[in-house]
């Protein structure tokens, strides 16, 4: 079974167009995020997200939004996207360690969205 | 801003040999991590070795951290022709109530030849 699934794998659009992508994990984690790897394979942290928190990288544009339906769930959703956001999206979960909890700091990713935006 | 730096960004040896890879960070860490990247597939972990860890180990994997020099190595021992991906470091970052961020590396791309 696919721990960190990611739908669709591919999404090629046009500038200016609204997209969304979806992320769902089986393992029970607490913890979601999304990664952005651009064509120099350089991943970055865009947000991180549990039931208490969102952390927003202040470098990720307004146009890219979270949103969480339930714990198990993550869908990114960009507005009028831009030839700059085409790159592979990763979606990875953690149950991250609380005081006296269990739990490890190793994320689990997704097989990733290559977005092309034409 | 980036956190690991993975050195060198390529490396191809024959199946067999020994791989090493660097990665210098620059700011405090509660952990370092190094993940897996097969091409066109999503980050695989391997290995995770805490600040007050030295050396850990794991089947051929042989990682060693030296926070003095805020260093961190990964080798590959014994490489096979599956071991070629990239490899990157990650370092962690409490950001918040229950979320860590972690700061990864451009990678080393290992090129293993049969």
């Known amino acids: 079974d696919t721990a960190v699934s990611q739908t669709p794998k591919y999404l090629v659009t046009q500038m200016g167009n609204d997209k969304s992508i979806k992320c769902e994990q089986n393992l029970g984690h607490d913890t979601m995020y999304w990664y952005k790897q651009d064509s120099k394979k350089f991943l970055k942290i865009m947000f991180s997200y549990n039931n208490k928190e969102l952390i927003i990288n202040e470098t990720v544009p307004n146009r890219f939004s979270p949103k969480s339906p339930d714990k198990a769930h993550l869908n990114l959703h960009i507005n009028s996207l831009e030839l700059g956001d085409s790159a592979v999206y990763f979606c990875a979960s953690s149950q991250v360690p609380t005081s006296g909890g269990v739990g490890t700091d190793t994320q689990y990713f997704g097989p990733g969205t290559r977005l092309t935006v034409l | 801003s980036q956190q690991g730096e993975e050195d060198p960004q390529a490396l191809s040896i024959q199946e067999g040999e020994n791989a090493t890879m660097n990665c210098s960070y620059k700011?405090?860490?509660?952990?370092l991590q190094w993940y897996r990247q097969n091409s066109g597939r999503g980050l695989v972990h391997l290995i995770l070795i805490r600040s007050n860890e030295r050396e850990k180990h794991s089947g051929r994997l042989r990682v060693t951290l030296d926070t003095s020099k805020k260093s961190s190595s990964l080798l590959i021992t014994a490489s096979r022709a599956a071991d070629t991906a990239s490899y990157f470091c990650a370092t962690d970052e409490r950001s918040g109530a229950g979320s860590y961020q972690l700061t990864f590396g451009k990678g080393t791309k290992l090129s293993v030849i049969p």
């Open positions: 700011t405090s860490i509660n952990n």
